[in-house]
T-cell receptor, first 113, second 114 residues
Framework: DQQVKQNSPSLSVQEGRISILNCDYT??????FLWYKKYPAEGPTFLIS?????DKNEDGRFTVFLNKSAKHLSLHIVPSQPGDSAVYFC????????????FGQGTRLTINP | NAGVTQTPKFQVLKTGQSMTLQCAQD?????MSWYRQDPGMGLRLIHY???????DQGEVPNGYNVSRSTTEDFPLRLLSAAPSQTSVYFC?????????????FGPGTRLTVL
């Protein structure tokens, strides 16, 4: 039973355009959501997060949107750069500070020059 | 700061062998955890610890043991390796159980069980 789902295994975007990565969840008790970025042969690195009391959080080129009624979140990267090519995981936890993260399957983003 | 370190980077085992995956952090983090990453499955939590002497099971704990005798170290033990344990293993740490949920991951150990 996959509580956090990333239904697109891969995404290809032109450099300079917007990349939109999507994530759906089934557990309405999830309270805090995170995005991690992973390069090959490295561990995931934290990118951005959002609490369920917000619907948007921005950090530079990265924005995360949360639609609680649809149980859906998305990560927008604009403009996309070649260094953004990586696997992106969304994750959820039951409350901020709870340490048990549930991850999605990941989406491989490729930015084409 | 070295951050979160894991050894070895790669390991090949035969079915039934035992081994310990090492994890250490130098950030004085209370919380540490072990995940495994399998194709199409994302990362799944194996075991976690909220401080020295305290451990608990995650989503997929069977076949693995952990202990936390110091704040810095959190080894993962496979007592009798099985092919189903072929995976990439990541150790992570974060500030404190009630704090921001920013987990820092190590570079991973790629384990193959024949």
């Amino acid at each position: 039973d996959q509580q956090v789902k990333q239904n697109s295994p891969s995404l290809s975007v032109q450099e300079g355009r917007i990349s939109i990565l999507n994530c759906d969840y089934t557990n309405s008790m999830f309270d805090y959501f995170l995005w991690y970025k992973k390069y090959p042969a490295e561990g995931p690195t934290f990118l951005i997060s959002i609490s369920s009391i917000k619907d948007k959080n921005e950090d530079g080129r990265f924005t995360v949107f949360l639609n609680k009624s649809a149980k859906h979140l998305s990560l927008h990267i604009v403009p996309s750069q070649p260094g953004d090519s990586a696997v992106y995981f969304c994750a959820a936890s039951l409350k901020q500070g709870a340490q048990k993260l549930v991850f999605g399957q990941g989406t491989r983003l490729t930015i084409n020059p | 700061n070295a951050g979160v370190t894991q050894t070895p980077k790669f390991q090949v085992l035969k079915t039934g062998q035992s081994m310990t995956l090492q994890c250490a952090q130098d950030m004085n983090h209370e919380y540490m955890s072990w995940y495994r990453q399998d194709p199409g499955m994302g990362l799944r939590l194996i075991h976690y610890s909220v401080g020295a002497g305290i451990t608990d099971q995650g989503e997929v704990p069977n076949g693995y043991n952990v202990s936390r005798s110091t704040t810095e170290d959190f080894p993962l033990r496979l007592l009798s390796a099985a092919p189903s344990q072929t995976s990439v293993y990541f150790c992570a740490s974060s500030y404190e159980p009630g704090g921001p949920n920013t987990q820092y991951f190590g570079p991973g150990t790629r384990l193959t069980v024949l």
